[in-house]
């Protein structure tokens, strides 16, 4: 069983940065991945950011390549996701999550565990 707990989300102005913190627990394999998802007002649930647990390849939806950056410290357990230039469309909540058995895919119907999320919110 793996608990994720999110963190660090909060208001910022538009063009600014932010940084949310998913502290895992449990045991995390080589074949798991890991990754942010995002959910706005009315809007479906999103893939943002993952990484794969071995050798560490991440992978970007193409609405926040070059501005968002995924990394982890298995020292401390944590997956970070670092957020620049924000725009108010990025106003959502960001929740992290894991697949125990990566089929390739970035659905969050396949992830098997989920945190409560975090806030983020982008004014203009």
């Known amino acids: 069983q793996v608990q994720l707990v999110e963190s660090g989300g909060g208001v910022v102005q538009a063009g600014g940065s932010l940084r949310s913190s998913c502290a895992y627990s449990?045991?995390?394999?080589?074949?798991?991945?890991m990754g942010w998802f995002r959910q706005a007002p009315g809007k479906e649930r999103e893939f943002v950011v993952g990484?794969?647990?071995?050798?560490?390849?991440?992978y970007y939806a193409d609405s926040v390549k070059g501005r968002f950056t995924i990394s982890r410290d298995i020292a401390k357990n944590t997956v970070y996701l670092q957020m620049n230039s924000l725009k108010p469309e990025d106003t959502a909540v960001y929740s992290c999550a894991a697949d125990r058995f990566w089929l390739g895919t970035w659905s969050s119907s396949g992830m098997d565990y989920w945190g409560k999320g975090t806030l983020v919110t982008v004014s203009s």
């Open positions: 990484i794969r647990w071995s050798g560490g390849s991440t």
């Open positions: 449990g045991r995390i394999c080589s074949g798991y991945v």
